[in-house]
């Protein structure tokens, strides 16, 4: 039976738990300089509705490193954009590749995807979700602090597709994870409601940053306005103001905090420099460690 990472609620703790764990040894090898190719002869087809710099360089890369083929394939040159179906293309793909990945607006089309294709389809990012960057950050956050046990996430900004991948990945690991979103901003209401039936854990959702990060062992955020929502930046430059990530809202915070941050960042929006660049930051740790968790969901699913 075929597997796919369309959602990290999907994904059972234990398999969540095997792809850290994975990742861990292949980011050893790499930095050992050790070949390591179980995908020799795999190919993987990339479709990008959307623009990219980590989730193509890491998948393309990634698939290299394993020893397979990545195959970019912009949207706007494939038959999906001329009316072919997302099921007729997921069959077309089952007969050529061995995987899929694809970056796109709508979250259904991953889904489509998913139930038509005969192959592994990935979820590298769509206007719900966003599993592979949270599972790439969770990776960072358990490198640097030993695990997950006990630890408590902020999340200050717009209620996005990382927000909800965030409530996702709470919600199976089961640490205390707080956001703080302005009115009218915030995550998916379904996500969150089913994050907290499932989570022994609790999951806020508060308008106050600085409620968010008292005690917070990491805080994290992106942009205000997501790829989609460019024509609503003015506003939501008003109405996010007061949801900067700065050295104030830092120091509210425990003294040895985390600062994350998904990129591309909109330095002097959402964060500030002297935060991005400070001694807190693990930004560009989560930045490369994109490329070790993406290898071990390809080997995970391809392999």
Excluded at 1 to 15: A, G, H, N
Excluded at 126 to 148: A, N, R, W
């Amino acid at each position: 039976m075929k597997r796919d990472l369309v959602s990290i609620f999907s994904l059972s703790q234990d398999e969540i738990d095997h792809l850290m764990e994975m990742a861990t040894v292949l980011k050893a090898k790499q930095k050992e300089g050790v070949s390591y190719t179980p995908l020799k002869g795999k190919t993987l087809g990339l479709i990008f509705e959307k623009a990219s710099t980590r989730t193509r360089i890491s998948f393309e890369v990634g698939m290299y490193q394993l020893g397979g083929y990545a195959l970019f394939l912009d949207f706007k040159d494939m038959q999906l954009s001329r009316g072919e179906t997302v099921p007729d293309t997921a069959r077309v793909f089952s007969r050529y590749v061995d995987g899929v990945m694809a970056r796109t607006f709508s979250h259904e089309t991953i889904e489509e995807l998913a139930r038509h294709a005969t192959i592994p389809v990935i979820n590298g990012l769509s206007d719900l979700l966003h599993p592979c960057q949270i599972l790439s950050d969770i990776f960072t956050v358990t490198e640097k602090m030993g695990g997950y046990e006990g630890l408590k996430v902020a999340y200050v900004g717009d209620g996005n597709n990382v927000a909800n991948s965030w409530i996702n990945c709470a919600a199976r690991l089961n640490f205390h994870l707080c956001l703080a979103c302005p009115e009218g901003y915030g995550p998916d209401p379904s996500l969150l409601e089913r994050a907290r039936r499932e989570s022994a854990k609790e999951i806020q959702l508060v308008h106050d940053p600085y409620q968010a990060v008292s005690g917070t062992d990491v805080i994290y955020t992106d942009v205000w306005a997501s790829m989609g929502k460019e024509d609503e930046h003015a506003d939501r430059l008003r109405d996010f103001r007061d949801y900067q990530v700065n050295s104030r809202l830092v120091k509210a915070a425990k003294a040895g905090v985390l600062i994350m941050h998904c990129l591309p960042a909109h330095r002097g929006e959402e964060i500030t420099d002297d935060v991005m660049d400070g001694d807190h930051s693990i930004v560009w740790d989560q930045a490369e460690n994109r490329l070790h968790v993406q290898k071990a969901i390809l080997e995970w699913l391809m392999g």
